[in-house]
T-cell receptor
């Protein structure tokens, strides 16, 4: 969906480094989500936010952090505590928590 | 949490034939079931969804059925075309959280 922008498209992390993935939406959606996708697997929920200034852990939150200071932005930080960060990261948003989710183009994170 | 199982993991069909993908879920409180199509290296795209108060939904060549008693739902693609080749994911929603199946790689042979 053109309304959800993820950047960068590719990202490389060095040992011990924190990196931040950007997700911006101009759809005026209340809810935003971060998923991780590994090869041959489905999407797994990292964090989600139903409203500004509030977010909850998903199924695999360890080693990740988020913030939701603005309605349109939901950045994800992959910390050095995440020992296996190589994956395809997808951001999604929905009008409210029980409405269809629409995805950005993703960020592919690799280890240097 | 919710556990979603998806079968088969790969599916090869002749162009023009039908394709069926099946999913089961564990939590009877799940109330929303979307299906996504993902082409290689691209974003998942919503192709159809169904809510727990509906048993079947159809959109042109695509249909989804839901059996709440058995806790399973299926995607049916009729008259398959080469552009239907992709990975398809089912998902189930509980408390606004989506849990995804592992995906089915569909290949349509010309």
């Amino acid at each position: 969906d053109g309304g959800i922008t993820q950047s960068p498209k590719y990202l490389f992390r060095k040992e011990g480094q924190n990196v931040t993935l950007s997700c911006e939406q101009n759809l005026n959606h209340d809810a935003m989500y971060w998923y991780r996708q590994d090869p041959g697997q489905g999407l797994r929920l990292i964090y989600y936010s139903q409203i500004v200034n509030d977010f909850q852990k998903g199924d695999i939150a360890e080693g990740y952090s988020v913030s939701r200071e603005k309605k349109e932005s939901f950045p994800l930080t992959v910390t050095s505590a995440q020992k296996n960060p190589t994956a395809f990261y997808l951001c999604a948003s929905s009008r409210t928590g029980d409405q269809p989710q629409h995805f950005g183009d993703g960020t592919r994170l690799s280890i240097l | 949490g919710e556990n979603v199982e998806q079968h088969p993991s790969t599916l090869s069909v002749q162009e023009g034939d039908s394709a069926v993908i099946k999913c089961t879920y564990s939590d009877s409180a799940s109330n929303y079931f979307p299906w996504y199509k993902q082409e290689l290296g691209k974003r998942p795209q919503l192709i159809i969804d169904i809510r727990s108060n509906v048993g079947e939904k159809k959109d042109q060549r695509i249909a989804v059925t839901l059996n709440k008693t058995a806790k399973h739902f299926s995607l049916h693609i009729t008259e398959t075309q080469p552009e239907d080749s992709a990975v398809y994911f089912c998902a189930a929603s509980i408390s606004y959280k989506l849990s995804f199946g592992a995906g089915t790689t569909v290949t349509v042979r010309a």
